[in-house]
């Protein structure tokens, strides 16, 4: 069987409070970014992308930031609710079609009631 | 639409047996996807398919691993022979060639080699 692996960083938000993910990514060369959501037992699920040519992305409470001068990625959460609860990954693209995916190591989520 | 399919769900082996596992993509979709996750190396993406030809299989680890897409609607990735470094959670994708949201997850297969 598999050996002990990474532990995933946590983060415990209480329920209504902001979440905010932050995520490394290290090609500087990627121009594509997405954000996943991945429940137990379940494959990701994707939540929102951004392009180099953009420094900010909404969609409904969810916001992507890049800066792309520290190849720093996050992702905020508004109002977070229990549902939320999940492990997010981010993930680099070099195609600009989501066809060569690297992702990160990924952030637990946890939403406190 | 019943999404991406997945098969068998849960696959429990011994080394050295093969072992195939199954996709079969949303209709309509170009692109098909294939990824391992493991708690070590998290999700990698080993083989991309576009329009059932092969692309990039740069993340296949070593020979003894294999896909193919014989038409639109299945793709089989073969492990022979298995062994215990392959036990991970598998997950097939397919997608609209152009963009990450319109890519879905099957809901993966959790494979243990012993």
């Known amino acids: 069987g598999e050996s002990v692996g990474l532990h995933l960083p946590t983060l415990s938000v209480q329920e209504g409070d902001n979440s905010i993910i932050n995520c490394a990514y290290s090609n500087s060369a990627s121009d594509y970014f997405i954000w996943y959501k991945q429940e137990s037992g379940k494959g990701p699920q994707f939540i929102i992308d951004i392009r180099s040519n953009m420094d900010k992305r909404q969609g409904q409470r969810v916001t992507v930031l890049l800066n792309k001068t520290v190849k720093h990625l996050s992702l905020q959460i508004a109002a977070t609710q229990p549902g939320d609860s999940a492990v997010y990954f981010c993930?680099?693209?070099?195609?600009?079609?989501?066809?060569?995916?690297?992702f990160g190591t990924g952030t637990r989520l946890q939403v406190t009631l | 639409d019943a999404g991406v399919i997945q098969s068998p769900r849960h696959e429990v082996t011994e080394m050295g047996q093969e072992v195939t596992l199954r996709c079969k993509p949303i209709?309509?979709?170009?692109?098909l996807f294939w990824y391992r996750q493991t708690m070590m190396r998290g999700l990698e993406l080993l083989i991309y398919f576009n329009n059932n030809v092969p692309i990039d299989d740069s993340g296949m680890p070593e020979d003894r691993f294999s896909a193919k897409m014989p038409n639109a609607s299945f793709s089989t990735l073969k492990i022979q022979p298995s062994e215990p470094r392959d036990s991970a959670v598998y997950f097939c994708?397919?997608?609209?060639?152009?963009?990450?949201?319109?890519?879905?997850f099957g809901p993966g297969t959790r494979l243990t080699v012993l």
């Open positions: 994708a397919s997608s609209l060639s152009g963009g990450a949201d319109t890519q879905y």
């Open positions: 993930a680099e693209d070099l195609t600009g079609t989501a066809s060569k995916l690297t």
């Open positions: 209709s309509g979709h170009n692109s």
